[in-house]
């Protein structure tokens, strides 16, 4: 019984302290992203291109992707001025544990098994930027499947950084049936180098 009692109260410890720690981080990027419009942006934009892609006349359809292109400019935007914004955080504060699942300040504990969120959010930044720019000169629908991917793979280091990899990765197939192998594989080659470079190479897909 004692041993069953000492589990017991280890486990309850642990989920208080795991509760904590997710609380803090999730305070901390909300005091930052709620500066901006980038979920409105971001609901504004996927919304955007489903009506876009289900409109039959060509010529309205070229005018809601004009549009578009100027809700992707302001969403750049913003995503850089947050971006910059918290990249003046002490970087003890935006280290992201690489375990799959959440272990109350694994960051702290296990420094070497961490990535620098102020880093990885750059990376996404210049795929968002880069994106809205569309300086391969993409057709509109395949560029609103790159924009699509990177702003996913970004909500996702979201929630990475929030709660886990897991959670990120299960909330991601759950809202837009998409797993982070697939997010991965459909953003451009610059960002999926710069991002596997960053959080390791062994959280890339297979394939690579």
């Avoid at 000169?137 to 990177?150: D, I, Q, V």
């Avoid at 702003?151 to 709660?163: A, D, G, I, K, V």
Wanted: glycine content about 4%; overall charge positive; aromatic content about 8%.
């Amino acid at each position: 019984m004692e041993i069953l009692t000492l589990v017991t109260l280890i486990v309850i410890g642990a989920y208080i302290l795991r509760a904590r720690d997710q609380s803090r981080r999730i305070a901390l990027l909300g005091s930052h992203l709620g500066k901006y419009q980038i979920e409105r942006l971001m609901e504004s934009l996927t919304e955007g291109y489903l009506r876009c892609l289900g409109e039959d006349d060509p010529e309205r359809r070229t005018q809601i992707w004009r549009l578009l292109n100027t809700t992707e400019e302001a969403l750049a935007t913003q995503f850089n001025s947050f971006v910059a914004d918290f990249s003046r955080l002490a970087e003890a504060d935006t280290r992201v544990s690489r375990l799959a699942v959440a272990v109350p300040y694994a960051d702290r504990l296990f420094p070497a098994l961490t990535f620098d969120a102020r880093r990885v959010f750059a990376i996404h930044a210049q795929g968002i930027d880069s994106a809205a720019k569309n300086s391969l000169g993409r057709p509109p629908k395949s560029n609103a499947f790159l924009m699509s991917a990177e702003l996913f793979l970004m909500q996702h280091t979201c929630h990475w950084f929030c709660r886990s990899k897991t959670v990120a990765s299960a909330r991601m197939l759950a809202r837009h049936k998409t797993s982070y192998a697939q997010l991965i594989d459909a953003v451009a080659p610059e960002t999926r180098r710069a991002y596997c470079a960053l959080i390791g190479a062994h959280d890339a897909p297979s394939r690579m």
